[in-house]
């Protein structure tokens, strides 16, 4: 049972490049997120997923953009990465009705932007 | 807007001491709370949530919390820790008629000496 997976793990980009970050979980989860983490700061989140079809910013969407490909699969993507997107960032999936269900996260993913 | 905070970002405690980590959220309505163990080069897991009911929580590992609703707070406890308890402690909170929105705390960093 793989959970939630990330990929890749690691990924050096030079400012300006871009990259997408995916994200699949195989537990029929409605509801996906990403998030990132910085030292001090603990997890911010970038965008969430409700269901299959929605998403809506979450408290750090600048120089992100997401995808929602399907019930499985929801993606971020940095259009022009810059150094402040230097993090680890984590992908998490839940079926949250009413606060019910917790957060399973994947195994995140380290970004040095140079 | 929600927030979470945690008091202490850094603890540093001998084996068989007592632990509290203090985490207070601001949210006017019903939440849901949450605490999130990340041990060194891992993901996320749950140690414990608390949804409605006993306020006196108990997770995995020994651990406990107590959410007093008049003070807005969920510490987590453990009367005596070990050396496998050196790990970042995040608390997370989220409003449990609204939407799931999961928001974490800036996270407590753990230090367990033998």
């Known amino acids: 049972n793989a959970g939630v997976t990330q990929t890749p793990k690691f990924q050096v980009l030079k400012t300006g490049q871009s990259m997408t970050l995916q994200c699949a979980q195989d537990?029929?989860?409605?509801?996906m997120y990403w998030y990132r983490q910085d030292p001090g700061m603990g997890l911010r989140l970038i965008y969430y997923s409700a269901s299959e079809g929605t998403t809506d910013k979450g408290e750090v969407p600048n120089g992100y953009n997401v995808s929602r490909l399907n019930k499985r699969e929801f993606s971020l993507r940095l259009e022009s990465a810059a150094p402040s997107q230097t993090s680890v960032y984590f992908c998490a999936s839940s079926n949250f009705r009413q606060g019910m269900v917790e957060a399973f996260f994947g195994q995140g993913t380290r970004l040095t932007v140079v | 807007a929600q927030s979470v905070s945690q008091h202490n970002h850094h603890v540093i405690l001998s084996e068989a001491a007592s632990l509290e980590l203090g985490c207070n959220y601001s949210y006017g309505g019903t939440v849901n709370l949450f605490w999130y163990v990340q041990y060194p080069g891992q993901h996320l897991q749950l140690l414990l949530k608390?949804?409605?009911?006993?306020?006196l929580v108990k997770g995995i590992k020994g651990f406990e919390a107590e959410f007093i609703k008049s003070k807005f707070s969920f510490n987590l406890r453990k009367p005596s820790v070990q050396w496998s308890d050196t790990a970042e402690y995040f608390c997370?909170?989220?409003?449990?008629?609204?939407?799931?929105?999961?928001?974490f705390g800036a996270g407590t960093r753990l230090a367990v000496h033998p």
């Open positions: 537990m029929n989860h409605n509801s």
């Open positions: 997370a909170v989220t409003p449990s008629g609204g939407y799931n929105k999961l928001i």
């Open positions: 608390y949804f409605s009911g006993d306020p």
